[in-house]
Nanobody
Framework: VQLQAFGGGLVQAGGSLRLSCAAS????????MGWYRQAPGKTRELVAA???????NYSDSVKGRFTISRDDAKNTVYLHMVSVKPEDTAVYYC?????????????WGQGTQVTVSS
């Protein structure tokens, strides 16, 4: 599975941005999809995740501001970001996993830069 992320860029604090990540088609369904981010000098952290059943999970720092969603017909996961803050500046990576014969495989997109100016 290949993941390709789109939608990063420069946005002012308080603004909004939508990231999308398209997964290549595969006969084996993707289970969980999510977004991680990595700021300079920091470790990569989970931002939000969504299961195939639609259950979502958010980091405390983005709850109420970011919304994750997925369109399985398009094999795409979205991250809608509103009320962004300078501390949201990071490279955002999309992530997906699936199981093949009981083994979990995890895939990463190439990352897209989000910069929030104050």
């Amino acid at each position: 599975v290949q993941l390709q992320a789109f939608g990063g860029g420069l946005v002012q604090a308080g603004g909004s941005l939508r990231l999308s990540c398209a997964a290549s088609k595969s006969r084996i369904s993707i289970n969980n999809m999510g977004w991680y981010r990595q700021a300079p000098g920091k470790t990569r952290e989970l931002v939000a995740a969504v299961t195939r059943g639609g259950s979502t999970n958010y980091s405390d720092s983005v709850k109420g501001r970011f919304t994750i969603s997925r369109d399985d017909a398009k094999n795409t996961v979205y991250l809608h970001m509103v009320s962004v803050k300078p501390e949201d500046t990071a490279v955002y990576y999309c992530n997906a996993d699936r199981r093949i014969l009981g083994t979990k495989y995890t895939y990463w997109g190439q990352g897209t830069q989000v910069t929030v100016s104050s």
